[in-house]
């Protein structure tokens, strides 16, 4: 039996650096007032068809739908800030306090084309913002990322910015946008030609060569603004400036989904020499009502976990296994069952401890303790038990000492707390 295409384990050896990434993130989330939210992985396909938006290609082409046996359309999430919204809305959250920031960590699924660093089923650490319009929040979260990322190690950060507009300014630039698309209309593909009257801005996403060509010189959102939207995109420009976040302004950046307005962005890094996004995201301030709440604005973004954590291992080696603080070596069946209940009272003290149960020789248990690179080795065999004292061995300096089995468990942490 082999895992399905596309999907993959992540094993102990790897799952270290998946936990220093997250465990990062989540000390920067604590630290900007983030709480964490968990959503469900499957959702009513309407959920992401209305929000996402139906010409997609994700909703076109890549989700995970089924019939339910009840005939409900079931889909298994391709992103999170769908499911957030509705978890915003369904329970509330509002009306208690409108101003909420979430933070999630979680698989995404999405049927695309398998290759390195894109998989079937993915994990992204998400972000979400609501209540708050602000621009100094768009800088915020574009801040955060670039922190994060720094201190992983990743070099060469740029955000590639741009400002999608608002419902009051978005008609004027779809008009030139689509009086642009008209004139090149033959040099498109069959899907941008579709989605030229259905929603003229995916065209911009589209990533073939001969419609990027077509594309060039077509008119820039930013250049339609209205004044509020443009002092908003102005605020974010200015302030990322003065907190020394290198960003760019890439008017071709429409982040490929329906519901974000203003401020879309996207962190790239050099670190492995070619330019690589390893994050994404936007102000999306219609989604809340769109999806049956009240008018909220709103923000988010997402990092592609597993993208990320394939450039941190070409970056930094794999943090080493830090092993078992002590490793209990049971010689006959007696001092087994003494090893087992000693080793659960160490446990329970807070000592990582492990031991071997099958039954090995003195020479095995020894090589078993120092492939696990446990710290100290308690010995317990027959003549131990009849003493009743064990021999704690420190596996680095070789010293030895004899231990009261009746202070066992307070010697112990002693010994390694003075370590």
Avoid at 62 to 90: H, V
Avoid at 260 to 286: K, M, P
Avoid at 309 to 319: G, H, S
């Amino acid at each position: 039996m082999q895992t399905i295409r596309g999907f993959r384990d992540i094993l102990p050896e790897q799952i270290r650096l998946w936990q220093k990434v997250e465990n990062l993130a989540v000390e920067l989330f604590n630290a900007y007032g983030y709480q964490e939210i968990r959503i469900p992985i499957l959702e009513k396909t309407g959920l992401f068809a209305r929000s996402i938006g139906e010409t997609t290609d994700i909703v076109e082409k890549e989700m995970y739908t089924f019939d339910d046996r009840n005939g409900d359309k079931l889909t298994l999430r391709p992103e999170a800030t769908a499911s957030i919204c509705r978890a915003y809305i369904q329970h509330k959250l509002y009306a208690t306090e409108p101003v909420r920031k979430f933070y999630m960590t979680g698989p995404m699924f999405r049927r695309e084309r398998p290759q390195k660093g894109r998989y079937r089923q993915f994990y992204q650490i998400d972000a979400e913002v609501f209540g708050v319009d602000s621009a100094y929040v768009d800088c915020e979260l574009i801040f955060l990322l670039h922190q994060l990322f720094k201190r992983l190690g990743l070099t060469g950060l740029t955000a590639q910015i741009n400002s999608l507009g608002c419902p009051e300014c978005r008609p004027k630039f779809t008009r030139a946008l689509l009086d642009f698309l008209e004139e090149r209309k033959q040099d498109l593909c069959e899907i941008c030609t579709r989605r030229m009257t259905r929603n003229p801005l995916r065209v911009l996403d589209c990533k073939i060569q001969t419609c990027q060509a077509a594309l060039i010189g077509a008119p820039a959102t930013v250049d339609h603004l209205c004044p509020a939207c443009e002092d908003h995109f102005n605020i974010v420009k200015t302030t990322l400036e003065k907190q020394g976040v290198d960003f760019s302004v890439n008017n071709s950046l429409v982040r490929g989904l329906d519901y974000y307005t203003r401020t879309a962005w996207e962190i790239q890094t050099t670190s492995l020499g070619a330019q690589s996004a390893v994050a994404g995201g936007g102000r999306y301030d219609g989604l809340v009502k769109q999806l049956g709440g009240p008018d909220t604005p709103a923000i988010g973004f997402a990092i592609g976990f597993d993208r990320l954590v394939e450039i941190m291992e070409q970056l930094t080696p794999m943090p080493a296994d830090p092993g078992a603080d002590l490793f209990i070596v049971a010689l006959g069946d007696a001092a087994m069952e003494t090893a087992y209940h000693l080793s659960c009272d160490l446990n329970q003290a807070g000592i990582k401890t492990d031991t071997d149960f099958r039954g090995k020789s003195l020479k095995a248990l020894m090589k078993r303790a120092d492939k696990l690179n446990a710290r100290y080795v308690l010995i317990a065999g027959q003549t131990e038990l009849n003493d009743n004292a064990l021999i704690l061995r420190n596996m680095k300096t070789k010293e030895q000492v004899s231990i009261s089995m009746d202070r066992l468990v307070p010697e112990i942490e002693a010994v390694l707390k003075h370590k």
